[in-house]
């Protein structure tokens, strides 16, 4: 049985629509122009679809597909999607299972344009998508995905004082994209559970923080903040043949990267547009990694004045080294005056190599 629910609604002040559907598939539209409207979809049962438009000032749109916190009937093979035009906005989207029985993909998006807007995906289970694009001030973006499924999640934000934050829980094959534009984001993902995941946070601006978390094999950690001041870098792998990537412009960055597991890669580029273009664009940078496990490789450089740079790895057969390929950055270099610089490697078959150019500079490398 196909039930079908349709709502459209035009109101200048202030209305309130709810939607319920139980059964197979079922389809629902909402759609507000006004001030202060509330719009809520409920969906249960199989091969759902709800879609709600809004427009105007502090509106809040809702659409729950499938039951949550017990038990409850799946929602299956459910879409969704939220777009909000307006100030002071909050959207909201949770997805049980994606196929009856099994993991199929759901799909789940919220656009909004205004100021002080709120998005939320939640998901459970499924082999789900999510992507929020958020354009105005002061907005908060976060997501969550549990347990299994190729997961996918896509935070877009421009403006100021942006907040971005994804989780991906007991993930599989999953990816975490944060794209910021502005001054003084936050931006963090964290893929728990691991198994072939991908973050790649980029920033632009002033005053940016970006940590990504990953715990598993083969994951691969792209952040660049290609302009601003005052940015702060924090990557954490756990597991084997990983890879981190860091590029930054700006002045007074900091980056900490610390790998755990054997055969991982960590490249810091910190002085131009891109890997061995030398344009000496940060100053005042700290620069942190450390890497326990064997056959890890360092390679990276930074510019500029006031740096500081500590290399500490653990194991056997770590190199700070070239990289080869597109890094052609021979071990670690430091350019410019008052740079301090440290490495230190504890085990067997290690080696290291470190350059500094410029006045008043401090190297040490220490191998037992």
Same mark, same amino acid.
Do not use: C
């Given at each position: 049985?196909?039930?079908?629910? $349709?709502?459209?609604?035009?109101?200048? +002040?202030?209305?309130?629509?709810?939607?319920? *559907?139980?059964?197979?598939?079922?389809?629902?539209?909402? #759609?507000?122009?006004?001030?202060?409207?509330?719009?809520?979809?409920? *969906?249960?049962?199989?091969?759902?679809?709800?879609?709600?438009?809004?427009?105007?000032?502090?509106?809040?749109?809702?659409?729950?597909?499938?039951?949550?916190?017990?038990?409850?009937?799946?929602?299956?093979?459910?879409?969704?999607?939220?777009?909000?035009?307006?100030?002071?906005?909050?959207?909201?989207?949770?997805?049980?299972?994606?196929?009856?029985?099994? %993991?199929?993909?759901?799909?789940?998006?919220?656009?909004?344009?205004? +100021?002080?807007?709120?998005?939320?995906?939640?998901?459970?289970?499924?082999?789900?998508?999510?992507?929020?694009?958020?354009?105005?001030?002061?907005?908060?973006?976060?997501?969550? *995905?549990?347990?299994? &499924?190729?997961?996918?999640?896509?935070?877009?934000?421009?403006?100021?004082?942006?907040?971005?934050?994804?989780?991906?829980?007991?993930?599989?094959?999953?990816?975490?994209?944060? $794209?910021?534009?502005?001054?003084?984001?936050?931006? %963090?993902?964290?893929?728990?559970?691991?198994?072939?995941?991908?973050?790649?946070?980029?920033?632009?601006?002033?005053?940016?923080?970006?940590?990504?978390?990953?715990?598993?094999?083969?994951?691969?950690?792209?952040?660049?903040?290609?302009?601003?001041?005052?940015?702060?870098?924090?990557?954490?792998?756990?597991?084997?043949?990983?890879?981190? $990537?860091?590029?930054?412009?700006?002045?007074?960055?900091?980056?900490?990267?610390?790998?755990?597991?054997?055969?991982?890669?960590?490249?810091?580029?910190?002085?131009?547009?891109?890997?061995?273009?030398?344009?000496?664009?940060?100053?005042?940078?700290?620069?942190?990694?450390?890497?326990?496990?064997?056959?890890?490789?360092?390679?990276?450089?930074? @510019? &500029?004045?006031?740096?500081?740079?500590?290399?500490?790895?653990?194991?056997?057969?770590?190199?700070?080294?070239?990289?080869?390929?597109? +890094?052609?950055? $021979?071990? +670690?270099?430091?350019?410019?005056?008052?740079?301090? @610089? %440290?490495?230190?490697?504890?085990?067997?078959?290690?080696?290291?190599?470190? #350059?500094?150019?410029?006045?008043?500079?401090?190297?040490?490398?220490? *191998?037992?």
């Amino acid at each position: 049985m196909k039930k079908l629910f $349709l709502f459209a609604g035009a109101l200048a +002040f202030s209305a309130g629509v709810t939607i319920a *559907q139980t059964g197979n598939n079922n389809t629902a539209s909402s #759609s507000q122009s006004g001030n202060n409207n509330t719009s809520t979809t409920e *969906q249960l049962g199989n091969d759902n679809s709800a879609t709600s438009s809004q427009n105007g000032n502090q509106n809040s749109a809702m659409i729950k597909q499938g039951g949550f916190g017990g038990g409850s009937v799946q929602s299956n093979n459910a879409t969704a999607a939220i777009d909000q035009i307006g100030n002071r906005n909050t959207a909201t989207v949770e997805q049980r299972v994606g196929w009856s029985g099994s %993991t199929a993909p759901n799909l789940h998006t919220i656009e909004q344009i205004g +100021f002080d807007n709120v998005g939320t995906l939640t998901t459970f289970n499924g082999g789900n998508l999510g992507a929020i694009y958020q354009d105005g001030r002061r907005n908060e973006a976060r997501g969550r *995905q549990s347990v299994g &499924g190729g997961n996918d999640i896509d935070i877009s934000q421009t403006g100021n004082d942006n907040y971005a934050d994804a989780n991906q829980l007991v993930a599989r094959d999953s990816k975490s994209e944060i $794209l910021q534009i502005g001054n003084r984001n936050v931006a %963090t993902t964290d893929q728990s559970g691991g198994e072939g995941n991908s973050a790649l946070i980029q920033q632009r601006g002033s005053d940016n923080l970006g940590t990504v978390v990953q715990d598993g094999d083969d994951n691969k950690s792209n952040h660049r903040m290609t302009a601003g001041n005052d940015n702060v870098v924090y990557t954490l792998q756990v597991g084997n043949r990983n890879s981190a $990537l860091t590029e930054i412009w700006g002045n007074r960055n900091d980056m900490n990267i610390m790998q755990d597991g054997d055969r991982n890669f960590a490249f810091v580029n910190a002085r131009g547009t891109g890997p061995g273009l030398n344009t000496l664009r940060s100053n005042g940078s700290t620069v942190d990694i450390d890497q326990n496990g064997m056959e890890n490789r360092i390679s990276g450089s930074i @510019g &500029g004045n006031n740096n500081s740079l500590t290399i500490d790895q653990d194991g056997t057969g770590n190199l700070v080294l070239g990289s080869g390929g597109g +890094f052609d950055a $021979l071990g +670690f270099t430091i350019s410019g005056n008052g740079n301090m @610089g %440290t490495i230190m490697q504890d085990g067997s078959g290690n080696a290291a190599t470190m #350059s500094i150019v410029g006045n008043g500079n401090t190297s040490t490398i220490t *191998q037992n």
